[in-house]
């Protein structure tokens, strides 16, 4: 279901003072918000995103589950889906599924029929529009019956500093696509051929989480948070719906009081 731009929740923006610091709040904030969809639903499921602090808050995800003490998430009734994904062979080092898979998946024992990757490129799909249109496809038969896509109950995003989400980079075809699951060609950041969700699936998780760190982002971030058109910076057309979470550093956030 669709929100109207009047409905959609003012973004909540939280600092930390470094990356490392960043990532271990927001895994500590991740097992909580898997914990109370289990709670209410009995299952929950995340969609993933990769880069440094991506996957530096999967690692601490994994460490936290491994302290008996803190708070629990049954992993085994986790459905973990992805933003976006490189097409590319299955071993190589820039997929996001293999840096997840050793950082989380695999040291928490999610099964296998819960983790729904993006095809990769030596998959059999003759195309990435094959390709996509094959995960739109898991998605819809994942969701409930009427609908098109699956309780979302997290979704993290990165962004570049261009201000790119997923892999919907500014003026491209893809920031106009209103398709769940696009293919994406020539990226200006290699590999140049990947799968994105759309902002129409992006917009129906429950809640977006945006991971950002680092100076070379602070004038996106602050773009972004300032009211830029989407088209011109992807970042700025990402919402949830009960919840938008921007996670920043400190270097990510230098530039807020600007927009002031």
Known sequence: MSVSPDELPVPDVVVQPDADVLARVAAAALVARLAAAQAVHG?????LTGGGVGTAVLRHVAELAAEPARERVDWTAVDVWWGDERFVPADDAERNERGAREALLDPVGV???RVHAMPASDAGFDTPEEAADWYAGQLAAAAPEGATLPRLDLLLLGMGPEGHVAS??????AVRDERPVLAVRDCPKPPPTRISLGFSAIGTAEEVWLLVSGEGKAEAVAQALGGTPREQLPAAGVHGRQATRWLLDAAAAGRLRQTG
């Open 111 to 113: 099964p296998a029929e």
């Open 168 to 173: 919907i980079f500014p003026e491209s075809p």
């Open 43 to 47: 299952t929950a499921s995340v969609v």
